[in-house]
């Protein structure tokens, strides 16, 4: 049994490098441009301000946010993408994020500076379910991460 697993993984191992790097290639610009498209401003979304990132644009779930580790996050990835020269076209965006940020961590909240969560036109989220639950917690301390608000 064990010869027959190794047979097995022997053949399809080399396959798989070779499916990723073509898969990842295919769809790093569609990912891209989805990714993008959650950023405002937004032509579907004529409320999201520019810079600000949406958790989720679908009309089903009730995440149309902004999370602030999740923007920060986002772009990381894509600052990262541009001082590698990979993107010169994100430079807006970027100011447009900062821009924004700027603008936000500056609102009064209950939470001070470290609210973690801001709806889409950059006021303050006033709801109940804004902070993280208890699993979020326990994650970031198995992992000895910071937690962030």
Not at 62 to 72: E, K, L, Q, V
Not at 111 to 129: D, R
Request: aromatic residues 12%; hydrophobic residues 40%; contains cysteine.
């Amino acid at each position: 049994m064990r010869l027959l697993l190794i047979l097995a993984a022997s053949f399809f191992v080399p396959c798989l490098a070779i499916n990723v790097d073509t898969y990842v290639s295919k769809e790093y610009p569609i990912a891209k441009a989805n990714l993008l498209a959650n950023i405002g401003p937004s032509v579907t979304h004529p409320q999201v301000k520019p810079g600000v990132v949406v958790a989720s644009p679908s009309p089903y779930v009730d995440y149309f946010y902004s999370w602030t580790r999740d923007s920060a996050l986002v772009f990381k990835c894509l600052i990262d993408e541009f001082t590698s020269g990979r993107d010169t076209s994100l430079e807006s965006l970027i100011k447009d994020y900062v821009a924004s940020q700027a603008r936000i961590q500056r609102l009064p909240t209950s939470a001070g500076l470290g609210e973690p969560k801001f709806y889409v036109n950059e006021t303050v989220y006033t709801g109940t379910s804004n902070r993280h639950s208890v699993m979020d917690l326990l994650f970031a301390l198995s992992y000895d991460a910071p937690i962030y608000g």
